[in-house]
């Protein structure tokens, strides 16, 4: 178990090694003068310019250039934002959670509702459920995220006025900034109208979740699917079966566990979609999360802050990535053996 | 009474174009405390045979029996879940490769205690937990495993073949089982192992009154284990007698090729010689020949061998032969 820790972390190390000099890197490749893209100081006088110049070793080789960059990413540093004028780290501090909060519980829903249904169908292989289980995955695959998300507010908040269209929580309340986690800054707040927030902010969430989750969800229908018929096909559910356990007993105690371990594999893979689905998602929904705020840096040419998102969302994704690998390996008995340890 | 008695056991492959006979009309009986050698080449439809009688089979295999009795219950009238019940009480099967039986992910403890039947626990659920735990280590005992804790809190891929094995028997014991169906429990195995298993199941058959249905490829190795024994060839029934019989004087043209193609086996052959073969090989399920299956390949073969022959039965020696080798031993 330890030498899958240290390699994951090895992984890690270099992802990120690879990762930062694409980003130093870009800051050569975007037009205009380096060192502006780098520090995002648009309007700054030569004499702060020279300042900069030395803060980041300007006159040296290349190679110390980019550890004078690493040192600053690491100390938090990832300069201003040539529209705003505020440091990136703040920016995408104040966005990243609200970013964190959709994903990561569009995934769950994801998951939940998505791994439960492909399982049903290879259980109904061939049957009726099988067949309505992959009409619904094809069709929920097929739809475009941008406009199932307007049709989506067209419906349930035009029309039908169930949901918001818009933003992450209603203007009425005012919620203190501890986490930035808005469901639990809502339960640690001591507001009395805590409860009449939590359901408003869920309320907000419901529909931005539907549309980033449905294309993943469509995709662990499948996954959990073919993986379900799989184990299904293996020797040890026959043996199982002649063991004289029921139906039910087999696919609870030997088929679920063996068939979830396969899907957790690809989680982590999906996750990278779910991002760039939630990115999408948030501009349509104005969701105040870090992926509407990277697009409408591209739009303004804000190439420090298309740097500092992408070395963060990045990282994210790799982080999640991770995770699912240490939860396929608490599942997998056989992932933990040093052998396998890759 | 016999054990169980099957008749005319018919496995059919469902394609789209015209039905496969897998297994085409076999007969088996088998009577209490008896071990039956099962043999025959790969692909002659004995393992088939022998997941039809447990019950295992995937939907595209459909199974038709004239006659398919248990302990005189005729299983065919009932439903699919009765057949399974009563089957899974008193029938289990250990398999040909133990690892790929085992889950993967269980722990062996947690999979042996799952097959211990419900009916030998008493007493409230936390009572059953234990005794369920001291079951499973008393099976492992039984099957010559000592390091039970190890065993028990290990995972399959930990654990040699031969061990698997043996968790294997012992999960099969752990209904108490009137017949066991071994489907080649030594392949891949090496030979001191083989023994192992194969005085294991030689002692619970002594011990325990246990019918034995051993299946097999290799007739000489069986022959040491079993008192009696069924060849099959290509799907076919080919002869069934005691090991004696089976062994010394084969009336059919298959069980004599078999019997001669073993050096062990025939020691009159000179050193350095050619062993006796077969010429052709088991014909593919695609293209069945009609009637006797040997057909093509028998030395004996004549017009009539096109209709599949009826069995003679010669003093509980059956054959299914045209031209039997009888009077060729007098």
Known sequence: MLI???????LFVFTMLLLTILSFSLSFLFPGDQLVNLTGQVNASPEQLAILSDKYQQNTNIVSQYFSYLTHLFHGEMGYSMTSHLPIATEILNRLPATIELTSVALLVAMFVGIPMGFCAAIYHRKVPDNLILTFAMIGYSIPIFWLGILAILVFSIQLGWLPSAGQISLLFEIEYVTGLQLIDILLSDSEYKWQAFQDATRHLILPVIVVALAPATIFVRLARSAMLEVLDTHYIKAANAKGLTFSQIIYRHAMRNAIIKVIRDVGLQFANLITIAMVTEVIFSWPGIGRWLIESIYQRDYTAIQGGLIVLSSFIFIVHIVTDFVYAALNPLAREPQHGA | MNLIDIRNLSIELTTGTKPIFAVDRVNLTMKEGEVRGLVGESGSGKSLLAQAIVGVLDDKWRVDADRFHWRGNDLMRLS??????IISKDVAMIFQEPMACLDPTTTIGEQLEEAVDVEQLTGF???????????????????GIKKHEVC???????LTDALCQRVMIAMALARRPILLIADEPTAAMESTNQGQIFRLLASLNQLKNMSILLISHDLENVTHWTNTITVMYSGQFVEAGTTEQIFNQPYHPYTRALVDSSPKANRLIPNKSRLMTLPGSIPILQHLPIGCRLGPRCPRAQQKCVHAPKIKNFHGHQVSCHFPLKDSYS
């Not at chain 2, 936390?126 to 079951?135: I, S, T």
């Open chain 2, 125 to 143: 659920f936390w009572q059953k937990r234990q005794q369920r735990k001291q079951a499973a280590i008393n099976l492992l005992h039984k099957v």
């Open chain 1, 4 to 10: 899958f820790t240290l390699r994951r972390f090895n």
């Open chain 2, 80 to 85: 699919p879940a009765e057949r399974k019940a």
């Open chain 2, 152 to 158: 028990v809190k290990s995972y399959p891929h930990q």
